[in-house]
């Protein structure tokens, strides 16, 4: 059992926040193999909550629950006002993204630009923890430091807990870092050991066992996955069964991928509408299709197709060739 302030989590696996990927198709999808851990819906800006809609656009829906949302932003009161709408629409928890690196979202002193500002995050902090009172547990998502000489990391987490958040979620790279090399997980243990509050650690984690050697080294409470989801939303469920029973179930099928893909584009196309959905369903197709025999040719298809008639076309002419001729499956990948 993993406690997140008033939350109670039977799964100390999480998926993270990924804008453009944690949508709520993706989320239904996750949820029909793992029903307990946590998963994070795409960041929302708080600013733009706040100008545009005044609301979260959906309720939180009860299958889709425990569900985290993110708060990008770096003024106090707009924060605390989006959070009180988080906290409103159902959300489980609210967390603020101190990690993102993406140098138009850290210019506007947003995302990772606040772990070098800790007077205005720890302002920020105790406005999330006021206008909360209690309601929802407050986390944070951070990165290690800006950079090789700011690695702040111990500063900002016992800032954090000081400031009453629940639970930290580090993944272990710097800002400058953005995602080259590998994720240090000794810096991620440094921070578990110094906190009293949940730690969870993130970064480059791809399978059942490479997941619990992690866990176990680093003495987090728990871990998040983030790219080795896209495309495979069995994996969540498939660590949380090794971490419970230490017993690895297989790996999905050709035909379940495809099968997946398939669906995945129509619920896409029906949430967003044709144009986007097809639009959007390319970078799916791509982590579904990854190592599979011919998929090259396949996502080349899928990026000219312009109607989700015509994608589901390539896709279902795909997924019936390599049913019909499994000894594709010997020959060696595109990748
Ligand atoms: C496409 C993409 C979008 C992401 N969006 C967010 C985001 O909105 N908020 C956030 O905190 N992290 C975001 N991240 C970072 C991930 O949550 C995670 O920390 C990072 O990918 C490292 O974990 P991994 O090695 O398991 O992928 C994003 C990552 C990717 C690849």
């Known amino acids: 059992m993993l406690r997140v302030g008033s939350l ?37 800006s708080a600013l733009g909550l706040l100008q545009t809609k005044k609301s979260l ?32 629409a159902g959300a489980d928890v609210v967390d603020l993204n ?76 710097t800002r400058s870092q953005l995602y080259s090399g590998t994720a240090d997980w000794g810096a991620i243990a440094e921070i578990s050991a110094a906190l009293a509050i949940p730690v969870i ?44 029973k230490g017993e690895i179930l297989p790996e999905p099928t050709d035909n379940e991928r495809l099968t997946m893909a398939i669906e995945h584009c129509q619920m896409l196309v029906s949430e967003k509408g044709e144009q986007i959905g097809v639009a959007e369903s390319r970078k799916h197709v791509a982590w579904y299709t990854r190592g599979l025999p011919e998929s090259a040719e396949v996502r080349a298809r899928v990026n000219q197709a312009k109607t989700a008639a015509e994608l589901q076309q390539v896709l279902e002419t795909y997924r019936e060739r390599l049913l019909a001729a499994p000894w594709l499956r010997m020959a060696p990948s595109d990748e």
């Open 8 to 44: 109670r989590l039977a799964s100390q696996v999480m998926l993270a926040p990924m804008c453009g990927i944690c949508d709520l198709p993706y989320l239904r999808i996750v949820r029909r193999f793992d029903q307990q851990s946590l998963a994070f819906h795409e960041m929302f």
């Open 57 to 88: 656009p959906f309720t939180v829906p009860v299958a889709l629950r425990p569900l985290g949302i993110q708060l990008l932003g770096h003024a106090p009161d707009p924060l605390a006002h989006a959070a009180l709408l988080a906290a409103e």
């Open 98 to 173: 101190l990690g993102c690196p993406v140098p138009k979202i850290a210019k506007n002193y947003d995302g990772s630009a606040l772990l070098r500002d800790s007077k205005l995050l720890e302002r920020i902090l105790r406005a999330l923890y006021r206008a909360l009172a209690g309601r929802v547990p407050i986390t944070i998502k951070m990165r290690l430091g800006w950079d090789d000489k700011q690695r702040n990391y111990l500063e900002v987490a016992k800032l954090a807990e000081a400031c009453g958040v629940s639970m930290v979620t580090v993944h272990g790279r």
């Open 201 to 244: 650690g993130n970064g480059d984690i791809r399978d059942p066992e490479t997941a619990a050697r992690k866990l176990r080294d680093s003495g987090c409470s728990g871990v998040m996955i983030g790219r080795a989801a896209q495309g495979n939303p069995w994996l969540l469920a498939r660590i949380a069964h090794y971490f419970e």
